[in-house]
């Protein structure tokens, strides 16, 4: 009898470890890592793509996303205000969500309006899209980011 538990003990275990690495669900949603915006979308009525921001005369604005934690820096020659924000992030099905804790002058202006930070989210391996959806339910504005490492 001993002997027959032990058997079934094993085969049990041996399913179980063979079934965690057979099916082991694909991440689609992981942000883990830096992220450089490399444009931006303005939606029309229709939520079609009205128009294309290019990052132009040394704009930039990079992204960390790390075990819950976002922190994001842009550079503007032509602003002299100071652009950036840490905080944390949490991905609910196609949504994003940023709840800054702290960031620079400006953008704590708008945090005390806004708390949390919503979006869909549109990715792939190497590049994601974070779009801002209004009250009624159409786009406004997307960023798209590649991944740099």
Do not use: C
């Amino acid at each position: 009898m001993k002997i027959f538990v032990l058997i079934l003990l094993s085969l049990f275990s041996i399913t179980t470890i063979d079934h965690k690495n057979t099916n082991t669900p694909i991440d689609l949603y992981n942000l883990e890592g830096v992220w450089e915006l490399k444009h931006q979308f303005l939606y029309d009525s229709d939520n079609q793509i009205s128009d294309t921001i290019f990052n132009t005369n040394g704009y930039r604005q990079v992204k960390v996303y790390s075990k819950g934690k976002v922190m994001w820096t842009r550079f503007d020659p032509t602003d002299s205000n100071e652009w950036f924000g840490y905080g944390s992030y949490i991905i609910k099905g196609n949504i994003l969500e940023e709840r800054l804790e702290y960031a620079s002058g400006p953008m704590m202006k708008i945090v005390d309006t806004t708390q949390v930070f919503v979006f869909e989210l549109v990715m792939d391996k190497n590049s994601y899209q974070q779009i801002t959806v209004d009250e009624t339910g159409h786009f406004s504005q997307a960023e798209n980011y590649d991944k740099i490492e």
